[in-house]
């Protein structure tokens, strides 16, 4: 996936496409919000729900250890805030202080992206 068609997911398809990114099969809804499937281990689980929980959204960054993946990841981080917030915000985004600011949602498409492009 390219990044206009990341940032074009609805939050719902944005948790598929991480768990798929993550090795998760067989996923499919329970519900009108709750989705379970094999996880990597084949175990059958809940889908965690990356783009509104930011616990989980630090989750995907802590798997992000070398410190090249780590800047290309700010990068990328930088440019999903970019495209996601408001003009009157984009001084925030220029001092960087969006970052300690970003969504779940917004960390969940950069860290999507930046598995993208290790493909």
């Not at 990044?3 to 768990?19: M, T, Y």
């Not at 990356?50 to 630090?58: C, H, K, T, V, Y």
Request: glycine share 4%.
């Amino acid at each position: 996936m390219n990044r206009d068609e990341i940032l074009s997911l609805s939050p719902a398809q944005l948790r598929v496409k991480v768990a798929k990114a993550k090795g998760w099969t067989h996923i499919h809804a329970i519900g009108s919000v709750s989705l379970i499937g094999h996880n990597p281990q084949n175990e059958i689980d809940a889908v965690p729900d990356w783009a509104n929980d930011i616990a989980a959204a630090f989750e995907l960054e802590g798997e992000i250890t070398e410190l090249q993946d780590q800047h290309e990841y700010a990068n990328i981080l930088y440019v999903v805030i970019r495209s996601t917030i408001s003009e009157v915000d984009q001084k925030s985004i220029e001092n960087r202080f969006a970052f300690i600011h970003a969504t779940a949602e917004q960390r969940c498409r950069a860290w999507l992206m930046w598995k993208e492009a290790k493909r």
